[in-house]
Every structure is written in C-alpha cells, then in structure tokens.
T-cell receptor, first 114, second 112 residues
C-alpha cells in the first residue's frame, strides 16, 4: 500500500514569489492535514481538508491557502513568500477507523526562501 | 488554547539504560499519539493511545496514557543506539478536524 506522497521534495524560491506544494494521501483516506515544521516553532497545524472542504485552519496568515480535489489529493499554496516561510512542510492523511483518527505523514517538502 | 509540553527536550543516555519521556497537555483529550522523527526525515507513527490507562509496547518502547492527569509517558528500556531520534507526542481534541497539537519534541541521543 503506497504511503503519503509529497512533491516536490525540495524547493528553493525567492522572496515575493509564490509556491504550490502537492500531497497525495493514502488510497481511501479522505482527510488531509498540513503542518509546518521549523526549528523555532516546532510542528504547527496549517489546515485540514475532508471531502474537499476545509474544516479548520491554524493560526497562519492568509498567504497560506490550500485546497483538496475530488480524488483527495491536496495542494497548499503560499503567496508572497517571506524568509520566515522556510520550513519543512508535512502532509498527513487520515482514515477514520472506529471513530479514531491516526495520521500518516509524507516525507515532506523542504522549502527554502532566499 | 491547547498546550502540549514535553520534557526533557534533550536527553543523552548510554546504551543499556532506562529512561522516561513525559508529555503533559492542558485540555481534556483521550487521543494521544507518539511519533518518531529521524534527522531530515518525516514522522513515523509509534503509538496511538485512545483511553485512560492505555498502555502499548513495541520492542524497547512502552507508552501509557493517564487522561485524568493529562499525562502520557514514553518509557525506553535498555536503550540501544538505533533508538536515537527525536520523539514527539501529539494530542487530538477535534477528531482530526483541528489537527494535531504537538509537543516540542525530545531529542534523544543514545551513546554506546
């Protein structure tokens, strides 16, 4: 069974540019969550999608957005990049099993903003 | 606001020793997760703890959950070098919709 796939794995962008990251969840999983990991702030929740609907969003500016497609694949977009957006972006997919959610993480996309 | 605190944040220990990592959280939850992260890698799920008194063991690692005390522990028995990694606990209060709230992680180094 294939795991969570994130593309690209590495990305270098310039301040002011925008970037789109992609996440393909485990087959059958309908919930996709995104997290930002930095040395200073640790792992922080960005947003969660279920059946193409954003159910919740973390405390991030509007420059961070996302969407989910009918096949459960998800993308996140960051506009007007800032140096502080440099981070490892992790995607997690979940399947409700008996009402319990276990999240499986992809390998991440390491974004460097210069 | 949910807060998840892990301690210690850094731990250096010798092979063969036992140690415990603690995870305290600030609000009611009966779903707690432990993850392992190797340098430059993603998060690997170790344990899912779903109810008060839950105890799970895998090899040299054992995790437990006390929902009344809002405390989970990850106990390492007879540590080996391969267990060197960063360990995170995470709490879920919204059934997944609110995401996981992570502790800052415990960076564990096990020396021969």
């Amino acid at each position: 069974k294939a795991g969570v796939t994130q593309t690209p794995r590495y990305l270098i962008k310039t301040r002011g540019q925008q970037v789109t990251l992609s996440c393909s969840p485990i087959s059958g999983h309908r919930s996709v969550s995104w997290y930002q990991q930095t040395p200073g702030q640790g792992l922080q929740f960005l947003f969660e999608y279920f059946s193409e609907t954003q159910r919740n969003k973390g405390n991030f500016p509007g420059r961070f957005s996302g969407r989910q497609f009918s096949n459960s694949r998800s993308e996140m977009n960051v506009s007007t990049l800032e140096l502080g957006d440099s981070a490892l972006y992790l995607c997690a997919s979940s399947f409700l099993t008996g009402g319990i959610t276990e999240a499986f993480f992809g390998q991440g996309t390491r974004l460097t903003v210069v | 606001e949910l807060k998840v605190e892990q301690n210690p944040l850094f731990l250096s220990m010798q092979e063969g020793k036992n140690y415990t990592i603690y995870c305290n959280y600030s609000t009611t939850s009966d779903r707690l997760y432990w993850y392992r992260q190797d340098p430059g890698k993603s998060l690997e799920s170790l344990f899912v703890l779903l109810s008060n008194g839950a105890v799970k063991q895998e090899g040299r690692l054992m995790a437990s959950l006390d929902t009344k005390a809002r405390l989970s522990t990850l106990h390492i028995t007879a540590a080996v070098h391969d267990l060197s990694a960063t360990y995170f606990c995470a709490v879920d209060v919204g059934g997944g919709a609110d995401g996981l709230t992570f502790g800052k992680g415990t960076h564990l180094i096990i020396q021969p």
